[in-house]
Structures are given as structure tokens and as C-alpha cells.
């Protein structure tokens, strides 16, 4: 009896000595292990110059978070299937989250909102409409489009001719700033023609088809609405050689180029790197905050030649990530 | 009502405090023992371990200050370098070429570009600009912008407002020249006031040299990979020139107190800042007047020490675990004896003194031991004496019960003999007098209180006999004794009283008729003698009195109470032996001896049954 009475309390006690190293022991290696998450950031376009400041802003976040960016673009501006395929890719890779600037929100919606995978997914910049499973990142782009109006009247002849790029409608930022320009400039809604790109062009350059549009219409202001309308009529307008003021929306470093050389009259320039910080931290849980709010935090300003090298708007103009 | 609260919380304290005590007193010896130096054993490991943890958590604490102060320290040298070397581009340029000769007949270009050649790592230009704002000499040459107006520039506004000083500028994009490749540059302007001497004719200038802001970034985010926290950069007035978060700073996503670190003299502070304690270094950087800062969260510090507060724990609570265990066992090992000793006293309790008393343990354990034993031995050496005495006195009681007979018969026999002899019967006074001789040698029976059966009935036949004579043969004695029982014991005298009885209360008065019965028989391993009569019987009160009141006075016959004969045999064989009486008025009277059987030779003088 008192033989098994004390086999019992030693083997206890080596029990309780065990249990507590190797409690020490697993939280030891836990805290090892701890698991580096990967974001994927799936982006529309090829040219990641395009992206540099949202993806600096992302990869600043996803270090304060310990997480782990893999950026991803794509070979061309508009291709849904390539843009599913780019996103199956990833979740396949073992992405933790997304950030994804879709290409085209009407074609991708149904498919995004059907996604089965569990993984947290957050739009950046172009969302996909209503009734979207995942929040969109973005500027107000209503509110850009229609500062872009009021500066165009209140700094321009009543009388001028305004051509809009409706360029890129597949995604409903383009589309929402076109709709905050008309609103604003309903009054003088006669004075608008839309410069859209005809059957045979959809594949062309931008430039080429506003070189066409510039040549069969004269218009004062030509109103672009997106980086690549942006860049695309700057273009036109010097290969041609043309007089037209530029209000454009933009945030590449080509635009604030043309900008300070004058080729472009006013810049509407929104801040990328808020986009892309907030999308890391909404997208990793870092913060929980509606779309509204987060609008609400990414900046957009009009810049023109004149202001563009105020303190405040050069840290915007000229990120200093690079 | 806060006070009444406040009672019946003190009470519900009050009471389950004392339900502690009570439960602690009423556990084994063994129980406090452990319980009691665990609990010690764990105040003091606390006390240890949280003094030892303070003071290290201290200790790692400043030595992580320490490091990251040398880390600021070497950050600042390094950026004091830069800038001295920024400088010395600027006093080369200033002092061995523009103060030395005549620009109109020779140019700065060359020197310009040399030293913009050998500095272009982190030099973007070098500009000599005119006091109306036009340009001397550029390196690396570059078409200068139209638009820009340098007179209004900030370093041209600064160098010319303290003109013996050199003026570091914040960092700004560079909007000078004309750039093909839509790139840009952040720059530190170094400005300064200078003398251009054209034919002759001394004139204000200023010197620019605008430091590649990449350097400095580079050289702070070098030092921001090493130790704690992380170091920001910001001029006297608290304008940020690097921060590891710029431009999230600059978005206003994140936030920095660098507006009131601003005002913090050198050295070690500590700030709480969105909620969140900070420690905060600072350094002055030479000439420029910028602030290099060092911030650690407090949260940070503790992020080290969590391992080794959970190591503090764990070796806590396995050394509790072990002192616990070693408790168990010492004290199983202390009050091992305390606990042998209670046992062998347990048996005490229930009156069993034959135990063996435990002996062991330490001497103050061998002590109680050997104490209790002597107290024990005595206890039964005191019992058996009182025993003894008992047994004594009960002998001397029987006796004299015994005693009480004889007188009364023998003064009534006596009485018949003298009559006898008086009336000339001297063949029956003869037989009469044989009879009471016989009758006395079996009462008297050399002292012994037990006889036979069969010398007690005898004894009853020479009674008879005598009382035959006595009554005139007024009644008829027919005895019926199984012989296997005559040589059965009984205490002596104790049928002669109950015949006596049945004589005078049963048969006197019936002349002739009267029937005495004498049987002896066994039955269960028991004897049973039944004395019975067909006398007038005795009323039912009574013979419930018969042997239960001591106080009945005898109106007649030898005084020897019923009881006195059932206490005796109760007295010597205890137990549910002793008298029965059975009655019916004017019917009879069956008065039945129970007695055991225990045969003579199996006998023991004494009583004990």
C-alpha cells in the first residue's frame, strides 16, 4: 500500500514537472512559429510605376503587421480572364488575404461575390459596384470628379467646349467621377461632347484614338478621368501639337511632369498610398472602419503649376518612397 | 444602507473566516504541516521572484535605453560626418575657388564639376546664384527652369538673412531644373552667403549645395534596423526631415509627436503619446540644429521581458511544485509516529487495554509512547483490583444472605425437637435431629457455595422431612429429578426457601391435601427446577411484586425472600438464569429455578458462570 502510495505521488509529480515544460516548451516554439501572413495585391495594368505608391503604402503596412506582400500585375489593362485567373492563382498559393484593384467591376462582380474561399478579400481604388460582398479602398471619386467641374468653371470661360474621355467605363471609379463632373456641370451640359473610342479601336493606344478625336473636334478642354486617359491625351496633344487645356485625374509621375511643364492645367491627385496603407490594414484586421470612413482618411487634392511645389503638395506629388 | 452593506459584507468575511479556522484546525497534523510550509514556501518565492524579475526588468530595461542612446549617439556621428563633408564641399567651393579670383575672367564651371564629380553619391548640385537670383554656375549643367523665381526660394531667403551662417533647409522636392526623365529629387539645401567678385566689383551671392536626401535616408534607415523602437530625424522646429513612417506621416495615417518633442532638451524622456508610453531620446545634431529621436515604446521593453517573466513563472511554480512535494514527504515522515501513536490509542478508545502502545519516532514521541503504556498498565492493574473487590464484596454479600437462613430454622426445629423430647417421641426427635444434622452438613458444605442437584435436593428432602414432622403430614411431597442433571451444579440453597414457602403460603392449611412437586429436568441444554403447590395461589399483584420488591415485609416464614433466591442465581450465573412464577388463585402456585448446566467437575468457586 505504501509502496503504490508513493509510486503514485512520484509519478504525479514527474506529471506536473513534465506538463509545465512542456507548456514552456510549446509556447517557446509558438512564439517561433508565429506565422508570416501573405497578402496578395492583384493589380489591373502592366506597369507597376503605376502602382508605386499604393504599393508602397501596402508594404509599409503589411510591415508594421508582419505580414509579407507579393505584388501582382497584370500583361494588359483590361482582361477579366486573365484577372480570375491571376486571383484563383493566388488563393491557390496560399494568399492569407487579397487587395485587388479590379479591371472591370460589371464583369468581375459576379464572380468575386460567388468566391467560395474564405480568405479576406478588400478592393482597392475600382470597386465592383453595388451590392459588393467585399469593401472597396478608394477616394471619393464622385467628389473628384465634380472638384474637377467646378475648377473648370470657375476658372474658365463660360463659352469653352469640354471634351470627356470616357475611356475605361468598366470600372466604376471612371464611372463615378464621370457622374460627379456631369452633375456639377449640368449647367452647362450643351458645352460637353464625350470623345468615346469607336468599334475598331477598343485594342488601340489611348493616345491614337484621342489623336483621332483631337483632329475631327475642336474642343478648348479635354477632361481625363483616369491615368491612362491622362497620359493618353498629353500624349496626343504634343504628338499633335495641339492648344488644349488638360484637366485631368492622375497620380503618375508622367502626369506631375506634364503638369509642371504645363502641358496639363490642373492635376486632381489623390493619395495612393493612403489606398494602399488602409487596404493592408483593413484587409489584415488591422483596423475595422466602414467605407465611408476610410474614404474619408484618403486625401485628394487639385494641384496646379503654380501650387505644385507648396510643402504640403509636393510630399503628396513626390512620394518620398522612392 | 452603504453602512448595512458594508456589515453584512464584514459579517459574510466574518464568517467564512472562521469556517477556514475551523476546517484548518480540524485537518490532520500531517495536512497543516504541508499546507502551512507550502503556503510559506510560496510567499517567499513570490516575494523572490517578483524582487529578482523588478530588478532585472529594471536593469534590461535601462540597458536597453543604454543601447539604443549609443545607437543615437552613432547615428549622429555618422550624420554629423555627412554633414561636416556636405560642408566642406560648400567651404572648398567657397573659400579655394569663388573667393579666390575674378569670375568674369574665370569661370567656376570646372572646379564646379569636379568637385560635383567626386561628391555625386550624395550631392544632386551645386548652384552659385547671383543676389538677383540668376545663375552663375551649375554642376552638373542643366537647363534651369524659367518659370522658377530663386530669389524667392527659401535657402536664397536664408542664407542672405544671416550671411555669416550656413543654412540647412528641410527636405523639398529640387525645382530648379529642367528634368527629361519625369524624375525628381528630394534635396537638403546647404545654402550660404557669398562674395563674387566680378572685375572687380564684389557682389552677393549664394552658394547651394543640395545634398541627396537618399543619404541621410539611408544612413537613419541603416540605423533604424538595429535595436528597439525606432529614430526619426526633425529640424529645431519640429519639422519631420526622416522618419521611418514618412509618408504615412505625411498622409496622416500615422502620427508623431514631433511638434512637442521639439521642446525636450537632450537626453532620456518619457512621454504618453495616443495613449501609449514612450521613451524618448534625443540628440542634437551638430550645425544644422536637427534633433535626432529615439522612440521606444514602454510595450516594447516588455515584449523582452515576457519570456522572461513566463521563465520566472515557470521555475516558480515547478520549485512551488517541488517544496510542495518535498512538504508532503517530510511531513508524512514528522507525523508518520504522531499518526501510529493516535492509531494504537484509537484502540484505547474503545476499551481495549490489551493493545500494544505505539513506541517510535523521534523522543518526544518514544516519550508520550512510553508515557501512555505505564498510564495503560496502571489503568488495568487499577482494574483488576476493582474487579477483585467487586467479585469480593459480592461473595461477602452472598454469604450473608446464606446466612440469613439458618437462625429461623433452627430455632423452629429446635422448638419441634424440644417438644418431642418433652412429649417422650424420642424415635422422632431421633430421625428429626439426624435430618437437621444432614441438612446443616449440605448447607454448610465445607464453605462452597455451589453444590450438586443432587445435594440440593437431598437437602430440600431432609427439610421436608423435618417439616413433614413438623405439619403432621398435612401435605404430600412427590420429587421427580432427571438423573442426568443431579450432577449438574447449582448454588446451594435455593429450593429449601421456596418450599418453605409454598409450605407456609400453599399447603399449611389444606390438612391432608396439600401437593408438593418437586421436578428437575433439562431442557435446551438447561435445568429447570419447578417447585409447585396446589395452594391457594398467590393474587396477581402480588406475584408481580414477588420478585421485584425488596421492601415487602414476610409475615411468615424464614424471611428469605423470592428475590433474594433470583438475585442470587442471577448474582452467580448472570444472564436470563434466576426465578419464574407462575400462579392461579386457589389453583396453585409453579415457581420454576432456570439454572445452566454446567456439570460440577466443570465448576468454578467463585460464581463465574
Avoid at chain 2, 538595429?226 to 505625411?250: T, V
Avoid at chain 2, 473487590?389 to 461477602?396: F, G, I, P, V
Amino acid at each position: 500500500m505504501k509502496t503504490v502510495r508513493s509510486l503514485l505521488f512520484v509519478s504525479l509529480l514527474l506529471v506536473v514537472i513534465l506538463g509545465v515544460f512542456w507548456v514552456y516548451y510549446s509556447m517557446m516554439t509558438e512564439q517561433e512559429n508565429k506565422e508570416i501572413r501573405k497578402v496578395s495585391v492583384i493589380l489591373y495594368g502592366n506597369s507597376s510605376e503605376q502602382w508605386e505608391n499604393l504599393s508602397q503604402g501596402a508594404e509599409r503596412a503589411a510591415k508594421d503587421l508582419g505580414a509579407e506582400v507579393s505584388l501582382v500585375t497584370m500583361s494588359g489593362d483590361n482582361d477579366t480572364s486573365e484577372q480570375i485567373g491571376l486571383i484563383n492563382r493566388e488563393i491557390n498559393n496560399g494568399a492569407n488575404a487579397i487587395l485587388i484593384a479590379v479591371c472591370n467591376s460589371k464583369e468581375l462582380r459576379p464572380y468575386l461575390n460567388n468566391l467560395e474561399s474564405k480568405i479576406p478579400i478588400v478592393m482597392l481604388e475600382t470597386g465592383i459596384m453595388e451590392n459588393a460582398k467585399y469593401k472597396c479602398i478608394s477616394s471619393d471619386n464622385f467628389e473628384m470628379g465634380s472638384l474637377l467641374a467646378r475648377h473648370i468653371i470657375e476658372n474658365e470661360d463660360p463659352k469653352v467646349k469640354v471634351a470627356i474621355i470616357y475611356d475605361n467605363e468598366q470600372r466604376d471609379s471612371v464611372v463615378k467621377r464621370y457622374e460627379g463632373f456631369c452633375e456639377t456641370f449640368a449647367d452647362y451640359e450643351d458645352r460637353i461632347v464625350l470623345w468615346k473610342r469607336n468599334e475598331n479601336e477598343k485594342s488601340n493606344k489611348s493616345m491614337l484614338y484621342l489623336q483621332r478625336e483631337l483632329t475631327e473636334e475642336a474642343v478648348d478642354i479635354v477632361v481625363a478621368l483616369d491615368n491612362t486617359a491622362t497620359e493618353g491625351i498629353v500624349d496626343a496633344v504634343l504628338n499633335l501639337n495641339k492648344s488644349v487645356k488638360i484637366y485631368g485625374i492622375g497620380n503618375t509621375d508622367k502626369a506631375v511632369s506634364n503638369l509642371d511643364d504645363n502641358t496639363i492645367t490642373e492635376l486632381i491627385y489623390q493619395n495612393e498610398f493612403s489606398i494602399g496603407y488602409l487596404g493592408m490594414q483593413e484587409v489584415l484586421g488591422a483596423v475595422d472602419m466602414s467605407e465611408e470612413e476610410l474614404q474619408s482618411l484618403i486625401e485628394f487634392r487639385a494641384v496646379t503649376k503654380e501650387d505644385m511645389y507648396t510643402a504640403e503638395n509636393q510630399k503628396m506629388l513626390f512620394p518620398f518612397v522612392k | 444602507m452603504e453602512f448595512h452593506h458594508q456589515n453584512i459584507g464584514q459579517i459574510g468575511k466574518n464568517k467564512m473566516s472562521s469556517r477556514l479556522a475551523k476546517a484548518y484546525k480540524k485537518r490532520s497534523i500531517q495536512l497543516i504541516i504541508s499546507i502551512s510550509f507550502t503556503a510559506v514556501a510560496v510567499v517567499a518565492m513570490s516575494f523572490m521572484g517578483i524582487v529578482l524579475y523588478t530588478q532585472f526588468a529594471d536593469n534590461s530595461k535601462n540597458m536597453a535605453i543604454e543601447s539604443n542612446k549609443q545607437l543615437l549617439d552613432q547615428a549622429s556621428w555618422n550624420l554629423n560626418t555627412y554633414i561636416r563633408s556636405m560642408m566642406s564641399i560648400s567651404d572648398t567651393m567657397y573659400y579655394s575657388v569663388i573667393k579666390n579670383r575674378d569670375l568674369t575672367y574665370y569661370p567656376l564651371d570646372t572646379e564646379m564639376n569636379l568637385l560635383y564629380e567626386s561628391n555625386k553619391d550624395n550631392l544632386i548640385s551645386i548652384v552659385c546664384v547671383t543676389e538677383d537670383g540668376a545663375v552663375m554656375a551649375a554642376a552638373p549643367v542643366a537647363t534651369r527652369k524659367e518659370s522658377i523665381d530663386i530669389t524667392a526660394k527659401d535657402w536664397f531667403i536664408q542664407a542672405n538673412k544671416e550671411i555669416e551662417n550656413l543654412h540647412f533647409s528641410t527636405p523639398h522636392v529640387q525645382n530648379l531644373f529642367e528634368n527629361s526623365n519625369y524624375r525628381y529629387y528630394w534635396v537638403v539645401s546647404l545654402s550660404r552667403a557669398v562674395e563674387l567678385t566680378n572685375i572687380g566689383r564684389i557682389r552677393r551671392g549664394v552658394l547651394l549645395v543640395d545634398m541627396n536626401f537618399n543619404g541621410i535616408e539611408q544612413l537613419l534607415s541603416k540605423a533604424n534596423e538595429k535595436g528597439n523602437g525606432y529614430m526619426y530625424l526633425m529640424d529645431q522646429n519640429g519639422e519631420i526631415i526622416y522618419h521611418p513612417k514618412q509618408q504615412a506621416i505625411y498622409s496622416n495615417l500615422v502620427e508623431e509627436n514631433n511638434l512637442e518633442a521639439a521642446d525636450y532638451e537632450d537626453g532620456s524622456h518619457v512621454e504618453r503619446f495616443n495613449g501609449e508610453e514612450r521613451v524618448v531620446i534625443i540628440k542634437t545634431v551638430g550645425y544644422t540644429g536637427w534633433k535626432l529621436v529615439s522612440v521606444t515604446p514602454v510595450k516594447e521593453f516588455a515584449i523582452n521581458l515576457n519570456q522572461i517573466r513566463f521563465f520566472t513563472v515557470m521555475v516558480g511554480v515547478v520549485t512551488i511544485v517541488l517544496i510542495s512535494f518535498g512538504n508532503i514527504f517530510i511531513s508524512s515522515k514528522v507525523t508518520g509516529p504522531i499518526r501510529k501513536l493516535e492509531n494504537s490509542i484509537k484502540y484505547l478508545e474503545d476499551g481495549n487495554l490489551d493493545m500494544d502502545i505505539y513506541i517510535g519516532g523521534t523522543h518526544e514521541i518514544r516519550h508520550l509512547g512510553k508515557t501512555i503504556t505505564s498510564m495503560v498498565n496502571q489503568m488495568r492493574k487499577l482494574m483488576d483490583e476493582m474487579v477483585t473487590e467487586q467479585q469480593e464484596k459480592r461473595k461477602s454479600a452472598l454469604d450473608a444472605l446464606q446466612a440469613q437462613i439458618n437462625p429461623h430454622f433452627l430455632y423452629n426445629t429446635l422448638d419441634s425437637v424440644v417438644w418431642m423430647v418433652e412429649s417422650e417421641r424420642y424415635q422422632e426427635a431421633i430421625s428429626m435431629v439426624t435430618a437437621l444434622a444432614s441438612l446443616f452438613r449440605i448447607s454448610l458444605s465445607k464453605g462452597k457455595n455451589v453444590i450438586s442437584i443432587r445435594d440440593e435436593i437431598a437437602h430440600a428432602k431432609y427439610y421436608l422431612e423435618i417439616q413433614k414432622v413438623r405439619y403432621k403430614n398435612r401435605f404430600n411431597v412427590s420429587i421427580e429429578v432427571d438423573p442426568n442433571i443431579e450432577d449438574c451444579c447449582t448454588i446451594k440453597l435455593i429450593v429449601q426457601p421456596i418450599l418453605e414457602n409454598a409450605i407456609y403460603y400453599g399447603v399449611e392449611y389444606m390438612d391432608g391435601e396439600g401437593e408438593i412437586l418437586i421436578r428437575g429436568y433439562e431442557k435446551d441444554s438447561e435445568i429447570y427446577i419447578e417447585i409447585s403447590d396446589n395452594g391457594m395461589g398467590i393474587p396477581k399483584d402480588t406475584v408481580e411484586l414477588l420478585l421485584t420488591d425488596d421492601t415487602r415485609a414476610h409475615k411468615r416464614g424464614s424471611g428469605i425472600g423470592l428475590r433474594n433466591i433470583d438475585q442470587r442465581i442471577k448474582l452467580y450465573f448472570k444472564g436470563e438464569y434466576g426465578l419464574s412464577i407462575k400462579s392461579e388463585l386457589d389453583e396453585g402456585t409453579m415457581i420454576t429455578i432456570h439454572l445452566p448446566k454446567i456439570y460440577m467437575k466443570d465448576a468454578k468457586e467463585g460464581g463465574k458462570g
